[in-house]
């Protein structure tokens, strides 16, 4: 049997790939270069063409997830349409859905101890997702004076630890944590708590 991912060409995309499954599996420190290799079913030697070591492979995967993330935060985001409000809640179920659905690279990115800083790529790319958040941020200030004007970046960061915080305790199966709400309805009604107690919204 042809070794996966060395015979056609494409050995970076198969140590990647073999690298989140064990991720998902172990942790971000939990496996070493050569068992990544070996899960992609080539040598330890082949792995040095593309990575220097396990945390450059770990922080180009991260790179990958902040691209698929801030796409998904960008398409959620769509805009802000219907209205601001509504356009800011889909970011958070955007972040919920990511999580869910990209584990492995989630990990890389928030639990690996990888800085955002390691490459101008990696940096770019997490700095584009945290801009859709502050991007919905003015646009629902808009209507506020300037000098009552909350700053953007402060609570567009409220709002991505309040997501993260969602995501962590009730959004991936961590034992003990079982909240008895939906975690889409606990971030949404989180969010609007914070945007009305900011002025940002109406009271109901």
Do not use: C
């Not at 945390?55 to 998904?72: H, S, V, W």
């Not at 935060?73 to 970011?91: E, H, K």
């Amino acid at each position: 049997m042809p070794k996966r991912g060395y015979h056609h060409g494409n050995l970076r995309e198969a140590l990647i790939t073999a690298a989140l499954e064990l991720i998902e599996q172990r942790g971000p420190t939990g496996f070493t270069l050569s068992e990544a290799a070996k899960t992609a079913g080539v040598t330890p030697a082949a792995v040095y063409r593309h990575f220097a070591g396990r945390e450059d492979l770990i922080a180009e995967i991260a790179r990958q997830g902040y691209a698929i993330f801030a796409d998904l935060l960008d398409y959620a985001y769509a805009g802000g349409q219907p209205s601001a409000l509504s356009a800011f809640s889909a970011t958070g179920r955007a972040y919920l859905a990511f999580a869910r659905k990209y584990p492995g690279h989630y990990i890389a990115m928030f639990e690996s101890g990888i800085s955002i800083q390691r490459t101008p790529e990696l940096n770019a790319v997490a700095t584009r997702a945290l801009g859709v958040l502050e991007k919905a941020a003015v646009q629902l200030s808009e209507h506020i004076p300037a000098e009552k004007r909350p700053p953007p970046q402060m609570f567009s960061a409220h709002i991505w630890a309040m997501s993260h915080g969602v995501v962590e305790l009730f959004a991936r199966g961590s034992p003990g944590t079982r909240s008895p709400f939906p975690p889409e309805d606990l971030l949404e009604t989180g969010i609007g708590i914070y945007l009305r107690g900011l002025g940002l919204i109406p009271p109901d």
